[in-house]
């Protein structure tokens, strides 16, 4: 993974984009447990100012599982749902090229 890359992106999110990725982040099970462990701290230090969670919120976070609600969502979402959702698209991208790649060995191994 380049961590640099990501660390970076997540001081550009908003504190509630942040959250909003943190969130998803936390429940993703195909990203390396080693690169959430790298990425949540800076996610959560970002997010600290963050509102609370608003129903549009918790729609971006169901779309970025769901083509069907990402299609209705897209029309509706803020900016910063929409640099969330990008960031974890982004690496989840990343994690599937990893996991492909025959040299990549462990995910922690990636970090570097």
Known sequence: MDSDFHLRKVQTLSPKAAKIALRILDADPNIPAEWILALRPTL???S???A????????TI???ESPVIRRFTGRFESREQRHARLWV???RQESRKAARSPTAG???????
């Not at 609370?52 to 729609?59: E, L, N, Q």
């Not at 462990?106 to 570097?112: D, I, P, T």
């Open 44 to 46: 959560v230090e970002r």
């Open 48 to 50: 600290s100012e963050s």
């Open 52 to 59: 609370s969670f608003g129903t549009t919120d918790w729609m």
């Open 62 to 64: 169901a779309a970025i």
């Open 89 to 91: 698209s982004s690496l």
């Open 106 to 112: 462990s995910a922690f191994g990636a970090l570097e």
